[in-house]
């Protein structure tokens, strides 16, 4: 079934941005602008943008046009009123595309409201989620719902977690036996600006830390069949760890790569027969001194977590709480330009003709995924290329719609060949038999 169910192409919009005036979402006009503008898509992509405010729409795409060194948008890019507030409003807009891109966060408050839209209306939809609950939420009450209708629901499309979930299944393929374990270690780079991330994110991660019962009673409501181990069991590592690799002192992530992975793991074993590949997420933080900063910052978070007085603070004074990796106002251009990631990728299997279930692992690979800066250019390139392969590669798609994790529906597609395109780089470094 095509992305947007069986009336796609009647639809005046092949996609629409929603959010698309937020701090992301002005990031991902400008990603969709530059696709269109490629013209990688047959036939052309009928886009649109959507929000509150017509007036900061336009603006988003004047600046969109302007970075792209056009006059001004065409007239071509529609123009949608509608908020997340406003159910008609969300089901008009529904109505009347094949895909909606979802960037209005934090999701676990308003991204429930987009997904019933978009199901209940058939479009699909893709966001760029970090939040295990909403992402494993939405699977328990729409599956069903989007698979009769035939639309994907696809949470995590940005950096969280495109480059985890699809560069270990770039891995699996890279291996050309049988891949069992694999752990990644991410680390970024930041220029003599520094870095830093729009607090949009930190409101996220305080929540989501606040509410981890809500997240165990979920997962037993969903009822998930355990994913077997295969090869050598991955050994647990602990929160604090020096990496002979990488020099560096390195903490397990944080992120939603380790659930999200997991899901697209179980899907791939239970529906497709594949060999399911056990994973570890680490990120390097450098000397001993960070690692002391590190602790002490986290324990004041995770004290103020419990309380509902201590999520107020934390959210209100992101900047202070997190000493400046989080504000209000987002990263500069110049920060963002001088800011890359570096995501490694060790993993261990058995070569061809090996049986699994006997004997050790005997062969070793090591990849990896680079990328521009990963919170505003990394994840508006995922999620937009993630949205083209839905468009374009339904006959790769699984046959029947419902909610998926990017790993899931992707790892037939061609997104590891857009992404490669479009600046976020898959490679092997080694391979070698032990």
Same mark, same amino acid.
Not at 83 to 94: F, H, K
Not at 211 to 216: E, H, M, V, Y
Not at 334 to 357: H, I, L, R, V
Not at 383 to 402: F, H, N, R, W, Y
């Given at each position: ?7 796609g ?5 092949? *996609?629409?941005?929603?959010?698309a005036?937020?701090?992301t979402g002005?990031f991902v006009v ?20 959507a ?25 071509e890019? /529609?123009?949608?009123?509608c ?12 109505k009347?595309?094949? #895909?909606?891109?979802s ?6 408050? #308003? ?5 019933e839209a978009?199901?209940?209306? =058939? ?7 970090? !939040?295990?609950?909403?992402? !494993? ?7 069903q ?6 639309? +994907? ?9 495109i480059?985890?979930?699809?560069g270990? #299944? ?23 600006? /520094?870095?830093?991330?729009?607090? =949009?994110?930190?409101?996220s991660?305080? +929540?989501?830390?606040a ?6 009673k *979920?997962?037993k ?9 295969? =090869? ?50 680490y ?5 001993v ?29 992101p900047?202070?709480f ?36 006997? /004997? ?10 680079r ?35 990017? =790993?899931?529906?992707f ?7 857009? #992404? ?15």
């Open positions: 079934m095509a992305a947007g169910g069986s009336d192409a009647k639809r005046p919009y092949d *996609l629409v941005v929603f959010g005036s937020g701090f002005q400008e990603e969709v602008a530059r696709t269109a503008a490629d013209g990688e898509l047959r036939g052309g992509l009928r886009w649109a943008v929000g509150r405010s017509r007036q900061k729409l336009q603006a988003v795409l004047e600046r969109a046009a302007e970075r792209l060194g056009k006059a001004a948008p065409g007239a890019v /529609g123009v949608l009123l908020d997340v507030g406003d159910a008609a409003s969300l089901a008009a807009m529904a009347q595309t094949r #895909l909606v891109l960037c209005v966060g934090p999701y676990r408050f #308003l991204g429930e409201p987009v997904v978009c199901v209940e209306n =058939g479009a699909s939809c893709i966001d760029i989620s970090g !939040e295990p609950q909403f992402l !494993e939420g939405m699977y328990l009450k729409y599956n719902k989007a698979a009769e209708k035939g639309v +994907y629901i696809v949470g995590s499309c940005g950096f969280d977690s480059p985890a979930d699809i270990v #299944l770039y891995t699996r393929d890279k291996l050309k036996g049988t891949l069992t374990a694999v752990e990644s270690f991410l680390k970024v780079k930041s220029g003599p600006e /520094g870095a830093c991330i729009h607090d =949009g994110t930190w409101k991660a305080v +929540y989501g830390l509410d981890q019962d809500n997240l165990r *979920l997962r409501k969903i009822g998930y069949t355990p994913v077997p181990v295969v =090869g050598t069991k991955l050994r647990r590592r602990g929160l604090v760890f020096y990496s002979p690799e990488f020099k560096e002192y390195c903490i397990p992530f944080m992120g939603s790569d380790v659930s999200v992975v997991k899901r697209s793991q179980r899907y791939l074993h239970t529906d497709l027969q594949e060999t399911p590949v056990q994973y570890g997420a990120v390097t933080i450098g000397g001194g960070s690692v002391i900063k590190l602790m002490l910052a986290g324990i004041l978070f995770i004290l103020l977590v419990k309380f509902s007085f201590g999520r107020k603070l934390l959210t209100k004074y900047e202070f997190s000493a400046g990796r989080f504000t209000k106002k987002g990263p500069t251009q110049k920060q963002m330009d001088g800011t890359s990631f570096t995501m490694t990728f060790f993993g261990e299997g058995y070569s061809e003709g090996q049986d699994p279930q006997n /004997g050790k692992p005997n062969v070793k690979i090591c990849t990896e995924v990328g521009p800066e990963p919170g505003y250019v990394a994840t508006p390139i995922a999620m937009v290329q993630a949205g083209v392969s839905l468009l374009e590669d339904t006959a790769c798609l699984p046959k029947q719609g419902g909610v998926y994790s990017p =790993g899931a529906v790892s037939k597609t061609k997104l590891i060949d857009r #992404l490669n395109k479009h600046g976020v780089e898959f490679s092997v470094i080694s391979k070698a038999e032990v």
